[in-house]
């Protein structure tokens, strides 16, 4: 089955920046969009940032766009999320979470998450 | 960007019921509508994609209706296993991606 393991999470000041990584496995990596997710303490989900299998095309949340850059390595079966300038309200658990080959279409698959905290 | 409401928020329930979650979309989103089910510490699973399809693996007291702005996941006889928060989710208008802000189902 669809294995997605995020790395990176940790505790940050404001203003400081993170980068997480996530590893692909038991799927063809290249052939698929792959998504951030992520969720705040006690509240729901929040879709954060896509990127097309090719890593031609990308998208982003108004909530974290200019700050956060979303990337992919095919050749490491890897997806990563630079994430800058980071606020109080980004601290949440962050998924990595895989679309499918056609960018309109539902995640299939997440992995477990990890959290970032953003506090002074 | 398109708006996802679910009602109701949370609700009790018994095992046995019959429960039914509604989301409702600020526009047509036609049929692409996903729902997940999200237990305590645990990540999103998907059970019902373009509205009505069961995912692989997915049992069939699930299932879900709807197309254009209404749609409405059903557990046809609730389980103790299925306690759990349930998210709508819009991959019609992009982006951004929409999430409903979820519904927890509680034991009674």
Redesign the interface.
Same mark, same amino acid.
């Given at each position: 089955e669809v294995q997605l393991v995020e790395s990176g999470g940790g505790v940050v000041q404001p203003g400081g920046s993170l980068r997480l990584s996530c590893a692909a496995s038991r799927f063809t990596f290249e052939d698929y969009a792959m998504?951030w997710v992520r969720q705040a303490p006690g509240k &729901?989900?929040?879709?954060v940032s896509?990127i097309s299998g090719d890593g031609g095309s990308t %998208? /982003?949340?108004?909530s974290v766009k200019g700050r956060f850059t979303i990337s992919r390595d095919n050749s490491k079966n890897s997806l990563y999320l630079q994430m800058n300038s980071l606020k109080t309200e980004d601290t949440a658990l962050y /998924?990595c979470a895989k679309g499918n080959t056609a960018? %309109?279409?539902?995640?299939? /698959?997440? &992995?477990?998450?990890t959290l970032v905290t953003v506090s002074s | 960007a398109i708006r996802m409401t679910q009602s109701p928020s949370s609700f009790s329930a018994s095992t046995g019921d019959r429960v039914t979650i509604t989301c409702r979309a600020s526009h047509d989103i036609s049929s692409s509508l996903a729902w997940y089910q999200q237990k305590p510490g645990k990540a999103p699973k998907l059970l019902i994609f373009a509205a009505s399809t069961l995912q692989s693996g997915v049992p069939s007291r699930f299932s879900g209706s709807g197309s254009g702005t209404d749609f409405t996941l059903t557990i046809s006889c609730l389980q103790s296993e299925d306690f759990a928060t349930y998210y709508c989710q819009q991959y019609y208008s992009y982006p951004p991606w929409t999430f409903g802000q979820g519904t927890k189902v509680e034991i009674k």
């Open positions: 998504h &729901g989900l929040e879709w896509l %998208n /982003y949340a108004d /998924y960018v %309109n279409s539902p995640i299939d /698959y997440w &992995g477990q998450g | -």
